[in-house]
């Protein structure tokens, strides 16, 4: 029974490879992560970026806003002086501007320091703190970029990509992009 199950799953392998709908299937797929890694470049650049870079080490210094967690950021409202200090400064503006140079590839993006706390951002994130969480943890701890899977949010599925922020050789806090995956679908089948 179990060499029979193999046979026809690699059948069905076999056939799914040499149908045109699998070819072209494949075809937009590498064409995605194709995009996909590009940005990851772009980000990295970014990242490099002295005022990113010297943004990074300012909040270092200063560390976490004290008694700030992620369930009372939750509570801070968009419109607090506090939370459009992070979506004014240099290193946001910065931010913005090379993210409207993608042509709506790319639709957010957050700065973390070395706690995970937030250095500057597009939009108020959802959390205050990333420490714990693999996007920030795994460029923080490693220095290699990650790539989350694919996250359907207000009709459109976003696939978040981090990077870190280099001083010296060693990460002292990480970029977290969002891109809009159904933009990058939209292109790939053109």
């Not at 004290?66 to 409202?77: C, E, F």
Request: glycine share 10%; hydrophobic share 45%.
């Amino acid at each position: 029974m179990r060499r029979m199950m193999g046979v026809v799953f690699v059948a069905l392998v076999v056939l799914a490879a040499t149908s045109s709908w699998a070819g072209s299937c494949f075809e937009v797929m590498g064409d995605i992560q194709e995009r996909i890694t590009w940005q990851v470049w772009n980000a990295e650049g970014w990242a490099a970026s002295p005022m990113v870079v010297e943004a990074v080490i300012a909040q270092n210094k200063k560390g976490p806003i004290p008694g700030m967690d992620n369930p009372k950021w939750k509570t801070v409202p968009k419109n607090d002086a506090m939370v459009q200090g992070f979506i004014n400064n240099e290193a946001a503006k910065f931010i913005k501007g090379e993210i409207d140079k993608t042509g709506g590839i790319v639709v957010g993006a957050f700065l973390n320091a070395a706690q995970g706390e937030k250095v500057a951002f597009t939009d108020k994130t959802s959390s205050y703190i990333h420490k714990g969480a693999a996007k920030f943890d795994v460029p923080f701890a490693s220095g290699h970029d990650w790539q989350g899977k694919p996250e359907l949010e207000d009709k459109a599925y976003l696939i978040q990509i981090s990077v870190p922020v280099l001083f010296d050789g060693k990460p002292i806090g990480v970029l977290v992009v969002e891109i809009d995956g159904t933009k990058l679908e939209g292109l790939a089948k053109k």
